[in-house]
DNA sequence: GGCCTTAGAGTCAAGGTGACCAAAAAATCC
DNA sequence: GGATTTTTTGGTCACCTTGACTCTAAGGCC
């Protein structure tokens, strides 16, 4: 790939695999989907879902590939984006391996089917996830914690927070998105003022929901939309 | 890397790369470093400076080792930051070649030195390397385009413009450097208030410069920050 | 000095933001 | 049935940022 000095095909055995970072909101905590490894290295131990990258396969269509193989949800549905690659030499006990992080974020998605690839997929709270003593594989904690931060970070400038919501949804729904995320207390109102301003954000259904409690409220659906103009800057109040 | 069905080590021959797309603005236009490929595939066309990344080196190290090896610079002077990888099977007609893209963006760089492995390296204005006839080696004419709108997004979020400017610079020189990447013209007096605002940023030096003509301009060193809060968003008329 | 050029200060209206209040619309409890 | 609670939704208001614009400062050049 360059001039001169370089051989031309260095031999040192590489692989090159993909990993997943996806997200949900579940009982106001973001959960990441992780697997039991059940094979060595670090037989036993959690996971990003993940795997080779086929001989034929675009990063990207092996990303869509595993995330249905480990969750059986179609990738398409969702926006699946590259966070970014990761490359230490150490990372993999097995040799070189250089991964490529992809970076999904989806409704509650139901709990791993027992008998597929994803029998011993659970869904984890993040936070639980990256504590010390939890131990994930690899640099695989690493990745995490730029995935989450990645996220926080398109929660500002893109619409992507609409990707957790299963449609149709509240903008109550979409707010404590932004709450569970960034850690923070939105006030309503003007969270609800700033979304409704934003054309292609949210576009109403017409219909309503009836909660537990409190006034019914307005349904919506994605607008379409994937940039947040202007963006939605985080500087709510820090939950205790 | 994954629990059961994956065979262990699938043995495709595959190599990772480094690409490195450095900026830099020259003559009041956007310039990008480009090598003349000496061998096959692509021999003679321009490509973007890169290579093998070696056995044991990390993904950021092998960058940086090829930023130094094609431009003299050091890189822990600049902010190299991945752009993403890429990973079409049938990039490189050579076989499975992935690559880790990285952006860089520099002061205006000395002139490529002959004799060492950039002796074929040139500034290319990125409008002219983007033409559809200019014929970029493998992918990297969407690399380059790609890197173009992240550097754009870049500077509305971060402090990188600073990268551009050679210590002391003037608020014009930063000013002109948002102007030739977004192509708008944006209003002198508004700029500066913002950009003095913004805490980090630049800080003055004392002195001054007097320029070719008018009023001698403040000069300041970059601050520190990496982020830019609130940001600078793009909103200027179109030049022509 | 007169003129050109660029730097930098200031003004002003429009619009966005956060903090806050209040009404609407349901469920629940007495 | 009425009061209370809860959540949605609409509104106000003071403050700040923004963009457009004007005006002054300070150099070089003729």
């Known amino acids: 790939m360059n001039s001169a000095v370089v051989p031309d095909t260095p031999r040192t055995p590489v692989s090159v695999t993909v990993d997943l970072v996806i997200f949900t909101v579940r009982d106001d905590a973001l959960h990441v989907l992780l697997v039991k490894r059940g094979k060595e290295p670090f037989m036993g131990d959690s996971a990003l ?12 269509a092996a990303a869509l590939r595993e995330l249905s193989e480990e969750t059986g ?29 992809y970076l999904a974020l989806g409704p509650d998605l139901p709990d791993p089917v027992a008998g597929t690839d994803a029998a011993d997929a659970v869904w984890v709270p993040t936070q639980e996830a990256l504590a010390p003593g939890y131990g994930l594989s690899f ?22 927070a609409a990707d957790f919501c ?11 998105v932004y709450e569970v995320i960034w850690g923070t207390a939105l006030d309503p109102s003007n969270f609800r ?5 934003t054309a292609g954000f949210v576009e109403p259904t017409g219909e309503r929901r009836t909660a537990e409690a409190g006034r019914p409220a307005a349904l919506y659906r994605f607008g ?13 109040d820090v939950l205790g």
């Open 49 to 60: 879902p993940g795997g080779y990258v086929r001989p034929d396969e675009d990063l990207d």
């Open 224 to 236: 379409g939309a994937t940039e947040l103009y202007p963006p939605l800057l985080r500087s709510g």
């Open 139 to 160: 640099d695989h904690g690493r990745i995490l914690s730029d995935a989450v931060e990645e996220a926080r970070s398109r929660l500002e400038y893109t619409t992507v």
């Open 166 to 176: 299963r449609e149709p949804f509240t903008i109550s729904d979409l707010r404590r």
């Open 193 to 197: 003022r700033k979304v409704l301003r």
């Open 73 to 101: 949800v179609d990738g398409r549905e969702l926006r699946l984006a590259q966070l970014r690659a990761y490359g230490d030499p150490d990372r993999d006990p097995r040799g070189r391996v250089i991964t490529v992080a």
